[in-house]
């Protein structure tokens, strides 16, 4: 009898397996490309066996057989292609080509199909190879929420607000991109792995951002695009024990969610931070936000910058309100992170800190500074923040001017209608 729940089951094994399936066929055949083909032809295949037949005992390993055999009747095509081209060479007296099937087809069918001991290399070394320093930022993204996360085009372009098609172009450019560069399917050298770590934290980060404050759309948080990035955390975490700044990324990405649940009211509405519920803020995240933030501190090398910012979010959550909050602390953590890894954004954060510590005319110094340098052109938060504090120091009409500025900036509606509110309220 058909299990109607086989592609429910589909979906479910392929997310959590997906990136140990793709890297194991890409560590059988030498090729990520192929690999991830050979695992989408095998997903295609499930959706039409499982609702049918019923979902097997074993459907890791089911999906993991299929992408072999795929890969066998790969190289098996490939191998009496290359003999017809043998066979013309010899015909035009251009000697004997390379011949017969690659090695790895003789390895497929002597290598054990599930090797335990190798997964986690695998799926290491997979992400190695999606956030390689050969593709662009984006496109990094895209395949690691595609061999990694598990997402499918549709549920990508959703994500991001594209096309399905743009989505899929620019995962095919990418694995072009790698084979063209002949990126081994390994993890990297010893003196190679801190700076492509970092770019594939740098991806994880990335993610997180955007779930955490949507750059567009109606809702001000994607938990889905969060969470997504909390579980490649985790992994990393797992993978990696002996890095500091994983455990770093982690405690920032945990303490960060933690407040979540009080962001946003009943109706989708956003919440600041002075008026949030703390009793809603999660505490088991906090705790294991603190326990990765400790791990992290034992490394011996000193906080990097997710751990500092992650430092600063333990800073918020253990305080009982935003007056006690300890903002001379968060000050001195944004300026070691601002010498770290400098950028306006961090600047413009340690003026907020500055403002709460000392009040918003030493924030509005910093601010101004900011505004010199024409910082963040196109971002709505300086603006923001100029007009907050202004505010606060009681000059209405100019920062009635500066909402208007950051609301004609801002993307997310939810966050637009915020700044819209506080506007009207300078009217009153």
Known sequence: MADPTGRDAVAAVWRIESARIVGALARYT???GLAEDLAQEALAEALVAWPREGVPRNPAGWLLTVGRRRAIDAFRRR?????????????????????????????????????PDQIDDDVLALMFVACHPVLSRSAQVVLTLRVIGGLTSDEIAKTFLEPTATVQARITRAKKTLAAAQVPFAIPPA???????SAVLNVVYVIFTEGSSASSGQDLIRLDLAAEAQRLARVLARLVPDEPEVHGLLALLELTSARFPART??????????????????????????????????????????????AIAECHAVAASVDTTDWDRIVVLYEALGRLSPSPI???????????AQGPAAGLTLVEELKNAAAMPNSHL???VRAELLARLGRTDEARAEFEVAIGLCGNERERGVLEGKRAALAH
């Open 30 to 32: 030498g090729d990520f």
């Open 79 to 115: 191998a009496v292609r290359d003999d017809r081209y043998r066979a013309l060479a010899q015909e035009l007296g251009e000697g004997t080509a390379a011949s017969g099937a690659p090695p790895a087809a003789v390895a497929l069918g002597t290598e054990p199909l599930w090797d």
């Open 382 to 384: 300086l603006p923001s």
């Open 346 to 356: 961090v600047e413009l954060n340690r003026a907020v800190a500055v403002s709460m």
């Open 191 to 197: 003196d190679e792995r801190g700076a492509r770590l």
């Open 265 to 310: 009211d009943s109706n989708g509405q956003p919440v600041l931070l002075e008026h949030q519920n703390r009793m809603r803020w999660d505490r088991a995240a906090i705790r294991r936000g603190r326990a990765a933030l400790d791990q992290a501190a034992r490394g011996g090398r000193g906080l990097g910058a997710y751990g500092l910012q992650a």
